[in-house]
């Protein structure tokens, strides 16, 4: 055989053998990603399950928050503010991820009860693969968190944890903390300037307005002066409060009073409010008689 030929034989089987492989290649990506898709469907089936069974509780069957906890199939977790806010600048599913698998032992301190901490590696009950199973069921709610024409409800945002000490809106400005002796309370507090009250009321550091703004899952903001008069007049347990009194008592002693959970609004379960219990130990006799005054503005 000349030389040429056996160089173009050559040169074609080297080309044919390219081309096979090519063409088991491409296959192999459809097959891959098909089989990927697989997997993750059944994934995202399985955090459903995890989701409905351990989650649910605090945040909502629908994702949807609750006072215990904030909504995930909610707008700002994916359209990428959330992660601004806490300055993540990782993916979402690695922060999603994260939260679930380290908690959030510290949130304890803005919120009824911390996130708990999930992932087996921090001595949480679940594997890692359970922790990315649950992770791509709330991811799942991507579509829809941010179908503008139908938005999803959100009953509870994120609730930015306050920074103490400086720049602390002067929440404590005499660092000592009012306590839980209602009367004690009642014989000491100063005037209360309303304007700051609402200021504080509103504010990150102490949440109140989260729950309480347009009665989103505890009772509505207007109207407190009025209801603490009703309730007063109504509840034997109450009979001979002052209106002070019941609000005083609903901060610092958020358990001693419940008021009743009306249908499928959760204000309390086993005796215990969803309202952080704390407050006797965040805020000093000023900022309460701050908060009761702007409270009774609320008629
Ligand atoms: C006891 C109530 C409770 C339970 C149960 C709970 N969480 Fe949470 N979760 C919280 C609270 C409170 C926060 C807010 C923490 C914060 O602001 O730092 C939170 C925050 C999160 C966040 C981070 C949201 C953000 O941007 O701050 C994710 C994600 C999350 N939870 C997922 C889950 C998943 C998934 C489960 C179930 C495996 C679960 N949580 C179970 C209370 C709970
Ligand atoms: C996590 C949600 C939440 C936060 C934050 C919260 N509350 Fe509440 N609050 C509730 C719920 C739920 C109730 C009703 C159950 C009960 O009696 O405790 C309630 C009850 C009250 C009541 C009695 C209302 C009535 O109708 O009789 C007052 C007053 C009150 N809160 C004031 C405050 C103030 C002031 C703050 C901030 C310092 C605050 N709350 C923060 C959830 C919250």
Known sequence: MRMETKILIGITGFF???????WVALNETGRMSEFTS????????????????????????QGQGSGRAPALNNPRLFDGARLTEVGWTGTLFDYVANAVAAGRPNSGAYWPQAMPTWGEEFGGP???DQVQDVTRFVLN???AALDEANPPTVVQDFIFPGIRGEGDLQIMASGTPVGTNVQAILAALPPGD???GETLYTANELGCSSCHLSGAVAPDTVGSFSRAQDRIATVPALQGYTVDQYLVESIVQPNAYLVPNEGNRIFSTNGISIMQQDYSARIDLQDLADLVAFLKTEG
């Open 38 to 61: 697989q997997y993750e469907a059944r994934s995202t089936e399985r955090g459903a399950t995890i989701f409905e069974s351990n989650c649910a509780s605090c945040h909502g069957l």
């Open 126 to 128: 679940l594997r890692p």
């Open 141 to 143: 709610w991507e579509t």
């Open 194 to 196: 309303a304007a700051r």
């Open 16 to 22: 044919a053998i390219l081309l096979l492989v090519g």
